[in-house]
């Protein structure tokens, strides 16, 4: 069975690239416009792995990562920030919250593949 990775992204194009480049490396994409969204995605679905923006409306990602994480079932699914913020304060940050990883936009999907499979096969 497919594993199932949560997109979350305020940019559609963004959204669309992730979700393209996972789905043709076999997995099942659940898409999410913001962090309020993807955390109502993920209550309602088994995830195996969160790719999240930080900048968005509503809730940002390291406010999703805290929430997810509050949550029994995402205590310890990997979560990959995937944002143009590259500061080492931004990382650490995103640590402390309870992140995996951290990709950089624009992102390799070359890279991003090889990353979801070192994390979830």
Do not use: C, H
């Not at 997995?27 to 109502?40: H, K, R, T």
């Not at 968005?56 to 999703?64: A, E, H, I, N, Q």
């Amino acid at each position: 069975m497919a594993k199932t990775i949560l997109a979350v992204d305020d940019s559609a194009s963004i959204r669309q690239m992730v979700s393209f480049t996972l789905k043709s490396a076999g997995y099942e994409v659940v898409e999410a416009v913001d962090g309020m969204d993807g955390l109502e995605k993920a209550k309602s679905k088994s995830i195996n792995l969160v790719l999240t923006d930080q900048n968005m409306p509503r809730m940002d990602g390291l406010t999703l990562i805290k929430s997810l994480r509050a949550m029994p079932q995402y205590a310890k699914t990997p979560i990959l920030m995937l944002t143009t913020e590259s500061s080492d304060a931004m990382k650490s940050q995103g640590r402390a919250a309870g992140a995996t990883g951290w990709l950089v936009k624009p992102f390799d999907p070359q890279k991003l593949i090889e990353v979801v499979r070192k994390v979830i096969g």
